[in-house]
T-cell receptor, first 113, second 111 residues
Framework: DTGVSQDPRHKITKRGQNVTFRCDPISEHNRLYWYRQTLGQGPEFLTYFQNEAQLEKSRLLSDRFSAERPKGSFSTLEIQRTEQGDSAMYLC???????????FGQGTRLTVV | GQQLNQSPQSMFIQEGEDVSMNCTSSSIFNTWLWYKQDPGEGPVLLIALYKAGELTSNGRLTAQFGITRKDSFLNISASIPSDVGIYFCAGQPGGYQKVTFGIGTKLQVIP
Protein backbone atom coordinates (compact mmCIF):
# COMPACT_ATOMS: atom_id res chain seq x y z
CA ASP A 1 0.00 0.00 0.00
CA THR A 2 1.40 3.41 -0.92
CA GLY A 3 -0.92 5.60 1.12
CA VAL A 4 -0.02 7.79 4.10
CA SER A 5 0.72 5.64 7.11
CA GLN A 6 0.50 6.74 10.74
CA ASP A 7 1.63 4.94 13.84
CA PRO A 8 0.28 4.24 16.36
CA ARG A 9 -3.44 4.30 15.54
CA HIS A 10 -4.33 4.78 19.18
CA LYS A 11 -2.41 6.04 22.19
CA ILE A 12 -3.55 6.38 25.77
CA THR A 13 -1.19 8.21 28.07
CA LYS A 14 -1.17 9.71 31.52
CA ARG A 15 -1.11 13.46 31.90
CA GLY A 16 2.43 14.74 32.04
CA GLN A 17 3.93 11.99 29.91
CA ASN A 18 5.58 12.57 26.56
CA VAL A 19 4.26 10.95 23.39
CA THR A 20 5.62 10.66 19.87
CA PHE A 21 3.72 9.87 16.70
CA ARG A 22 5.12 8.87 13.34
CA CYS A 23 3.92 9.58 9.83
CA ASP A 24 5.16 7.99 6.62
CA PRO A 25 3.96 10.01 3.63
CA ILE A 26 3.24 8.76 0.15
CA SER A 27 6.53 8.01 -1.57
CA GLU A 28 7.99 11.01 -3.39
CA HIS A 29 5.55 13.44 -1.81
CA ASN A 30 7.79 16.18 -0.57
CA ARG A 31 5.14 18.10 1.36
CA LEU A 32 3.93 16.77 4.69
CA TYR A 33 1.32 18.26 6.98
CA TRP A 34 0.14 17.69 10.53
CA TYR A 35 -3.41 18.47 11.58
CA ARG A 36 -5.31 18.05 14.82
CA GLN A 37 -9.00 17.20 14.96
CA THR A 38 -11.23 17.29 18.00
CA LEU A 39 -14.70 15.83 18.20
CA GLY A 40 -17.24 17.64 16.08
CA GLN A 41 -14.68 19.85 14.40
CA GLY A 42 -12.82 19.88 11.14
CA PRO A 43 -9.08 19.25 11.07
CA GLU A 44 -6.99 22.21 12.23
CA PHE A 45 -3.63 22.92 10.68
CA LEU A 46 -0.59 22.49 12.94
CA THR A 47 2.49 22.58 10.73
CA TYR A 48 3.90 21.61 7.38
CA PHE A 49 7.19 20.58 5.83
CA GLN A 50 8.60 20.83 2.38
CA ASN A 51 11.26 18.15 2.30
CA GLU A 52 13.06 18.50 5.63
CA ALA A 53 12.27 22.20 6.09
CA GLN A 54 9.45 23.15 8.44
CA LEU A 55 7.89 26.06 6.59
CA GLU A 56 4.91 27.02 8.69
CA LYS A 57 3.69 26.49 12.22
CA SER A 58 0.27 27.31 13.58
CA ARG A 59 -0.19 29.19 16.82
CA LEU A 60 -1.92 25.99 17.96
CA LEU A 61 1.53 24.41 18.09
CA SER A 62 2.61 25.37 21.61
CA ASP A 63 6.18 24.97 22.77
CA ARG A 64 5.26 21.53 24.12
CA PHE A 65 4.83 20.35 20.54
CA SER A 66 7.69 19.67 18.19
CA ALA A 67 7.68 18.17 14.72
CA GLU A 68 10.60 16.92 12.71
CA ARG A 69 11.26 15.51 9.29
CA PRO A 70 15.00 14.93 9.41
CA LYS A 71 15.55 13.25 6.07
CA GLY A 72 12.62 14.64 4.19
CA SER A 73 10.75 11.34 4.32
CA PHE A 74 8.92 10.28 7.49
CA SER A 75 7.98 12.79 10.17
CA THR A 76 7.49 12.65 13.92
CA LEU A 77 5.28 14.78 16.13
CA GLU A 78 6.19 14.87 19.80
CA ILE A 79 4.06 16.26 22.59
CA GLN A 80 5.81 16.85 25.88
CA ARG A 81 4.11 17.01 29.26
CA THR A 82 0.76 16.03 27.80
CA GLU A 83 -2.39 17.70 29.06
CA GLN A 84 -5.98 16.50 28.88
CA GLY A 85 -6.68 19.17 26.27
CA ASP A 86 -4.23 17.46 23.95
CA SER A 87 -6.68 14.58 23.53
CA ALA A 88 -7.57 14.58 19.85
CA MET A 89 -7.03 12.83 16.54
CA TYR A 90 -3.67 13.79 15.02
CA LEU A 91 -3.76 13.56 11.26
CA CYS A 92 -0.88 13.55 8.83
CA UNK A 93 -1.22 14.33 5.13
CA UNK A 94 1.14 14.59 2.19
CA UNK A 95 1.14 16.13 -1.25
CA UNK A 96 3.50 16.52 -4.14
CA UNK A 97 5.29 19.82 -4.62
CA UNK A 98 3.17 20.88 -7.55
CA UNK A 99 -0.02 19.30 -6.25
CA UNK A 100 -2.66 20.94 -4.16
CA UNK A 101 -4.40 17.72 -3.18
CA UNK A 102 -3.44 16.54 0.27
CA UNK A 103 -3.92 12.85 1.04
CA PHE A 104 -4.51 11.93 4.65
CA GLY A 105 -3.48 9.03 6.80
CA GLN A 106 -5.86 7.26 9.16
CA GLY A 107 -4.74 9.36 12.11
CA THR A 108 -3.49 8.71 15.62
CA ARG A 109 -6.14 8.97 18.32
CA LEU A 110 -4.56 10.35 21.50
CA THR A 111 -6.33 10.09 24.84
CA VAL A 112 -4.73 11.79 27.83
CA VAL A 113 -6.06 10.53 31.17
CA GLY B 1 -7.43 34.02 9.63
CA GLN B 2 -9.64 32.42 7.06
CA GLN B 3 -13.00 31.16 8.20
CA LEU B 4 -15.07 28.56 6.43
CA ASN B 5 -18.78 28.32 7.07
CA GLN B 6 -20.21 24.99 6.06
CA SER B 7 -23.90 24.20 6.02
CA PRO B 8 -25.94 22.39 6.94
CA GLN B 9 -24.09 20.96 9.93
CA SER B 10 -26.16 17.80 9.81
CA MET B 11 -28.87 16.25 7.72
CA PHE B 12 -31.05 13.18 7.63
CA ILE B 13 -32.27 12.05 4.23
CA GLN B 14 -34.10 9.11 2.74
CA GLU B 15 -32.15 6.70 0.58
CA GLY B 16 -32.47 7.76 -3.05
CA GLU B 17 -32.78 11.47 -2.33
CA ASP B 18 -30.36 14.08 -3.58
CA VAL B 19 -28.24 16.06 -1.12
CA SER B 20 -26.72 19.50 -1.33
CA MET B 21 -24.26 21.16 1.00
CA ASN B 22 -22.23 24.31 0.68
CA CYS B 23 -19.30 26.20 2.01
CA THR B 24 -18.48 29.90 2.11
CA SER B 25 -15.24 31.61 2.95
CA SER B 26 -14.36 35.02 4.30
CA SER B 27 -11.52 35.21 1.78
CA ILE B 28 -10.60 33.95 -1.67
CA PHE B 29 -9.32 30.46 -2.30
CA ASN B 30 -7.56 29.21 -5.41
CA THR B 31 -8.45 25.59 -4.72
CA TRP B 32 -11.51 24.02 -3.17
CA LEU B 33 -11.47 20.45 -1.93
CA TRP B 34 -14.22 18.17 -0.68
CA TYR B 35 -13.41 15.31 1.69
CA LYS B 36 -15.44 12.55 3.33
CA GLN B 37 -14.52 11.17 6.74
CA ASP B 38 -15.78 7.94 8.29
CA PRO B 39 -15.65 7.47 12.08
CA GLY B 40 -12.12 6.82 13.32
CA GLU B 41 -10.57 7.34 9.92
CA GLY B 42 -8.76 10.14 8.15
CA PRO B 43 -10.51 12.31 5.54
CA VAL B 44 -10.62 10.91 2.02
CA LEU B 45 -10.45 13.29 -0.93
CA LEU B 46 -13.57 13.22 -3.11
CA ILE B 47 -13.24 16.14 -5.50
CA ALA B 48 -10.70 18.90 -6.14
CA LEU B 49 -11.61 22.16 -7.90
CA TYR B 50 -9.02 24.54 -9.33
CA LYS B 51 -10.81 27.23 -11.29
CA ALA B 52 -13.61 29.66 -10.55
CA GLY B 53 -16.82 28.39 -12.14
CA GLU B 54 -15.47 24.87 -12.53
CA LEU B 55 -18.04 22.08 -12.23
CA THR B 56 -16.57 18.63 -11.58
CA SER B 57 -18.21 15.24 -11.12
CA ASN B 58 -17.04 12.05 -9.48
CA GLY B 59 -19.71 9.41 -9.95
CA ARG B 60 -22.82 10.57 -8.11
CA LEU B 61 -20.95 13.54 -6.65
CA THR B 62 -20.82 16.95 -8.31
CA ALA B 63 -19.01 19.97 -6.93
CA GLN B 64 -18.68 23.54 -8.13
CA PHE B 65 -16.12 26.26 -7.49
CA GLY B 66 -18.04 29.49 -7.02
CA ILE B 67 -17.46 32.43 -9.36
CA THR B 68 -16.50 34.70 -6.47
CA ARG B 69 -13.91 32.11 -5.35
CA LYS B 70 -15.36 32.39 -1.89
CA ASP B 71 -17.80 29.50 -2.06
CA SER B 72 -18.31 25.97 -3.23
CA PHE B 73 -21.05 23.39 -3.13
CA LEU B 74 -21.28 19.63 -3.23
CA ASN B 75 -24.23 17.64 -4.52
CA ILE B 76 -24.78 13.93 -4.02
CA SER B 77 -27.42 12.38 -6.24
CA ALA B 78 -29.48 9.29 -5.47
CA SER B 79 -27.99 8.80 -1.99
CA ILE B 80 -27.21 5.31 -0.73
CA PRO B 81 -26.49 4.06 2.81
CA SER B 82 -22.71 4.09 2.31
CA ASP B 83 -22.85 7.85 1.74
CA VAL B 84 -23.20 8.18 5.51
CA GLY B 85 -20.32 10.13 7.01
CA ILE B 86 -19.00 13.62 7.58
CA TYR B 87 -18.29 15.76 4.54
CA PHE B 88 -15.73 18.54 4.83
CA CYS B 89 -15.06 21.37 2.49
CA ALA B 90 -11.52 22.72 2.46
CA GLY B 91 -9.82 25.60 0.75
CA GLN B 92 -6.31 26.57 -0.19
CA PRO B 93 -5.31 30.17 -0.84
CA GLY B 94 -2.86 31.00 -3.56
CA GLY B 95 0.84 30.93 -2.91
CA TYR B 96 1.01 28.26 -0.22
CA GLN B 97 -0.61 24.98 0.56
CA LYS B 98 -2.13 25.16 4.02
CA VAL B 99 -5.61 23.68 3.79
CA THR B 100 -8.35 25.25 5.90
CA PHE B 101 -11.30 22.99 6.70
CA GLY B 102 -14.94 23.69 7.34
CA ILE B 103 -16.72 22.30 10.39
CA GLY B 104 -18.26 19.46 8.40
CA THR B 105 -21.71 18.26 7.35
CA LYS B 106 -22.81 15.05 9.03
CA LEU B 107 -24.94 13.06 6.61
CA GLN B 108 -27.21 10.25 7.69
CA VAL B 109 -29.13 8.20 5.15
CA ILE B 110 -32.29 6.40 6.18
CA PRO B 111 -32.75 3.18 4.23
Amino acid sequence: DTGVSQDPRHKITKRGQNVTFRCDPISEHNRLYWYRQTLGQGPEFLTYFQNEAQLEKSRLLSDRFSAERPKGSFSTLEIQRTEQGDSAMYLCASSSAGGTEAFFGQGTRLTVV
Amino acid sequence: GQQLNQSPQSMFIQEGEDVSMNCTSSSIFNTWLWYKQDPGEGPVLLIALYKAGELTSNGRLTAQFGITRKDSFLNISASIPSDVGIYFCAGQPGGYQKVTFGIGTKLQVIP
